[in-house]
């Protein structure tokens, strides 16, 4: 972030959500009782590309006046969300993915008209290969979560939730870079938000002990889309002025969570999406009444019979 780089608000996601109205779908909310318990869920696995990134690449776009080509670096799901938002607005985009992006994302990125480039080991090794194409072409490039417009454009999920599910006290969503649960804090008001994160994959919790953003270790069994080392500068300031609530799951917790959203819904949920679910079940969240964000189905999966 520069020292001109102003802060995403909430009057930034009521215009994003505008502004992304014709392109992206309003997912539906699933009210209903889990062990006994009420619980909603933001089906957002049902977004176009399967997956939240949609929201923040269509706006950061649309924000900038539909560039004609874009270059980004993703775990799979913003690319999947910058490919498909470029496909709407008639640009280009480039997408740089680490070597060990998942095949389930590889695959629909290939699919989905993007110039594919793999390089790296990790998110932050693909980014910066992608920085420097960014500014060897003069091409924009567009960050999956340290951008004030992908913020807000995330924070199109808070607004419909405190909107679409009036019953609910309280959000809890995964972290990976903090853009999604920094735009859902301003979209949400008036509901306590939660920020869940995989043990082994701690860049939100590091940055709060830190009081600034620090590199950590990333090993996680949903490291493909919270991979992030780092929260971003946007999402951390935006953090400091509207602070959310935290937690932490395990990764054998995170699996038994993705496990039992397919036994108990049929959703056939990527890992990171089960988190905040995870952080459910083991009674780590605040409130009488949770919406769980469900962010992203991009994981293989085959029907066996
Ligand atoms: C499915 C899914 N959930 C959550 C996140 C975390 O979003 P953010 O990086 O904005 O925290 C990502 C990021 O790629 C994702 O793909």
């Known amino acids: 972030m520069t020292a001109t780089t102003s802060l995403p608000t909430a009057a930034d996601v009521a215009a994003a959500a505008e502004r992304i109205a014709p392109y992206a779908r309003r997912t539906p909310v699933l009210s209903t009782r889990v062990d006994g318990r009420p619980l909603s869920l933001k089906l957002e696995h049902l977004q176009i590309t399967g997956a939240f990134k949609l929201r923040g690449a269509l706006n950061a776009m649309l924000a900038a006046g539909a560039p004609e080509r874009v270059v980004t670096a993703s775990g799979g799901n913003h690319g999947l969300g910058v490919a498909a938002a470029a496909r709407m607005l008639g640009a280009e985009a480039l997408v740089y993915v680490p070597e060990t992006v998942p095949e389930a994302k590889a695959r629909r990125l290939e699919a989905s008209g993007a110039e594919l480039v793999r390089t790296?080991?990790?998110?932050?090794?693909?980014?910066?290969?992608?920085?420097?194409?960014?500014?060897?072409?003069?091409?924009?490039?567009?960050?999956?979560?340290?951008?004030?417009?992908?913020?807000?454009?995330?924070?199109?999920?808070?607004?419909?939730?405190?909107?679409?599910?009036?019953?609910?006290?309280?959000?809890?969503?995964?972290?990976?870079?903090?853009?999604?649960?920094?735009?859902?804090?301003?979209?949400?008001?008036?509901?306590?938000?939660?920020g869940v994160e995989p043990e082994g994959c701690r860049s939100l919790h590091a940055a709060l002990a830190a009081g600034e953003p620090v590199d950590t270790p990333v090993d996680s069994v949903a490291s493909s889309a919270l991979g992030a080392a780092r929260v971003g500068d946007v999402p951390f300031a935006v953090l400091g002025a509207h602070p959310v609530g935290t937690a932490l799951v395990t990764d054998a917790e995170i699996t038994a969570a993705r496990d039992r959203l397919w036994e108990e819904f049929r959703i056939a949920a990527e890992p990171a999406a089960a988190v905040p679910f995870a952080a459910w079940l083991a009674d780590r969240l605040p409130g009488e009444h949770t919406c769980l964000v469900v962010c992203g189905a991009n994981a293989s999966w085959t029907p066996e019979g």
């Open 120 to 194: 790296g080991a990790h998110y932050a090794e693909a980014a910066e290969a992608a920085r420097a194409r960014a500014g060897a072409e003069g091409l924009r490039y567009l960050h999956a979560y340290d951008d004030p417009d992908v913020v807000a454009g995330q924070g199109t999920i808070g607004h419909e939730i405190a909107v679409d599910a009036p019953e609910c006290d309280s959000v809890a969503v995964a972290v990976g870079g903090a853009g999604l649960v920094a735009g859902v804090r301003l979209g949400a008001a008036g509901l306590r938000v939660t």
